[in-house]
Every structure is written in structure tokens, then in C-alpha cells.
């Protein structure tokens, strides 16, 4: 069974940094070319950054010198770097493969950029359990 599961993301100010990572399971993957996604409320999902194989990476052109890409074949694992954030940023963000001629998603990551000029608490985690 091949699964991505993506962490990371969360909130953060215009100018910040986050990274995001999707660990993949059930597909050989120091083969596999890995892509992250992004879409936006109300917007199509769009390629932000691709890795291929080789460890050769290509940026779309809102994103190049701010974000990096990149993988851990050891870990199974493709990362998302995204330095100097912008409010243009926020987005739901998706790992994604194509393996045996299937496509596979991520479950996707929330990206929130606020305004520098925004006050917020640290955040609580609320868990409920059944």
C-alpha cells in the first residue's frame, strides 16, 4: 500500500520560515520523482517544486530562491523548505508521486501567512480521544 504522510505547516509571519515533510511508504523511493503542490482557497492546485531522482531540482517561478526542495532517500522522505514567506503563501500544501502509473497524494498541510503586524498566541494543541 503506498501512503504519503505529510507534516509541518502550521501559522507564521510574512518573512518567516517553515518546512514540510511527507514520508512515503509502499513505492521504491530513490526512484520515484516527487512534486509539492500547492492550492490556495478557491484556486487550482498548482507545482511548486519537482525532485527528481537525481536529486535535480525545478522551482514554478513565484517560489525560485525562496524555497528548496529536497529528499532523503534513506528516510523515505521528501522535504519543503519555504524561507521568506509571503501572505501569497498561504495554501493548502500536498506531496505527490506517480507510481506504476498511479498518482498519489499527500493528505495535505495548511500554510497560514499572516501579516507581520498580527498578534498571536503561541497556539494550544486540543486532543480529543474517544
Known amino acids: 500500500q503506498v501512503r504519503l504522510v505529510q507534516s509541518g505547516g502550521g501559522l507564521v509571519q510574512a518573512g518567516g520560515s517553515l518546512r514540510l515533510s511527507c514520508r512515503t511508504s509502499?513505492?521504491?523511493?530513490?526512484?520515484?520523482?516527487m512534486h509539492w503542490y500547492r492550492q490556495a482557497p478557491e484556486k487550482q492546485r498548482d507545482l511548486v517544486a519537482t525532485?527528481?531522482?537525481?536529486?535535480?531540482?525545478n522551482y514554478a517561478d513565484s517560489v525560485k530562491g525562496r524555497f528548496t526542495i529536497s529528499r532523503v532517500n534513506a528516510w523515505n522522505t521528501v522535504y519543503l523548505q519555504m524561507n521568506s514567506l509571503k501572505l501569497e503563501d498561504t495554501a493548502d500544501y500536498y506531496c505527490?508521486?506517480?507510481?506504476?502509473?498511479?498518482?498519489?497524494w499527500g493528505q495535505g498541510t495548511q500554510v497560514t501567512v499572516s501579516s507581520a503586524l498580527d498578534s498571536w498566541g503561541q497556539g494550544t494543541q486540543v486532543t480529543v480521544s474517544p
Open positions: 525532485i527528481n531522482n537525481d536529486g535535480s531540482t
Open positions: 509502499g513505492i521504491n523511493f530513490s526512484i520515484a520523482r
Open positions: 505527490q508521486t506517480t507510481w506504476k502509473s498511479r498518482n498519489y
